[in-house]
């Protein structure tokens, strides 16, 4: 009896080992959000993206790079395919969050986690649970009192590219899960390929006229908040999340790894009140908790496991 009792405690603790881990990486998406307000603006957009992902870039080629050599010309084109899609996403996500709350643009983008099981079964032909469109009916309306908080009027033009962004999410999404060319490939090889081809996007967009400043002006003009910013978005929210999830997955079930990831929009609520001293009106801080429970029901609906 006593040895069983001093052994059952240890996978408790194993777990709670890579669960903080993974939830430390959704509290740094969630207060990614805040960053990219503080270090953009409508004109540094593309900019800013070009030096957030090249920062990285190269520390992903360099861990990688016998795997890249692995990928076959199939999965390099679709690897390439995905990273077109997720240059839309961040564009759309960047550019949303220039123009609405951090703590508005975190709760939209979780409808990603509704909108997802939704395409999917549309594209399957399949009707999804009651109470998983029940859940989804209860984001909808958080949504809408989320941005109508001040009384209702037009949403903002960040609130619609940030739900344009959720869409684009559930397409990057999609994409991955139904693209046979990459499947079985290297998940950092996958990921590396994905955010060059984002970066080229990027870097082309960069260099059309009437596109804003280049990256290399706006990082001459980075004091050291502007850095602190960016490297916190270049290191944190997306080196070290990625590296983590790779880890995690190996240690516990994908449900689990995302149900933590899936506290996303808390923190980025808890970060742009706490400390970009955003105001929720009553009706938005309403419409913030029924995205949060319409969302967390949605997933359990979706995946009862």
Known sequence: MSSLTASAPLPV??????????????????????????????HTVIAVLVLRFAVVLPVLVAAGRRRL?????????????????????????TYGVVHTSATNAGLIISLTMILTPLAEAALTR???????LAAAGLSVAGVVLLTQGGGFTAPSTGDVLM????????????????????????SLSLTTVQLGGAVMVFAV??????????????????????????LFLAVFCTLFAFFVQMWAVRRTSPSRVSLLLGTE????????IAIGHEHLAAASLAGAALVLAG???????????
């Open 163 to 186: 739900l344009l962004a959720a869409v684009a999410r559930t397409v990057h999404v999609l994409a991955m899960s139904r693209l046979t060319s990459v499947r079985g490939a290297d």
């Open 126 to 132: 399949t009707r999804p649970p009651a109470a998983f």
């Open 295 to 305: 969302t967390w029901w949605g997933r359990s609906a979706a995946d009862p496991r």
């Open 205 to 230: 967009l960069a260099a059309a006229p009437g596109t804003g400043p280049s990256p290399w002006t706006v990082a001459v003009g980075f004091g050291a908040r502007e850095w602190a910013g960016l």
């Open 13 to 42: 603790r194993r777990a709670w080992l890579t669960d903080l881990p993974l939830l430390l990486v959704a509290v740094v998406w969630g207060a990614s959000y805040l960053a990219a307000k503080g270090i953009t603006t409508t």
């Open 69 to 93: 050599r692995a990928l076959t010309a199939a999965q390099w084109r679709g690897a390439g395919l995905l990273g077109l899609i997720l240059s839309g996403v961040f564009l759309l996500e």
């Open 265 to 272: 929009p808390l923190w980025a609520a808890a970060a742009g």
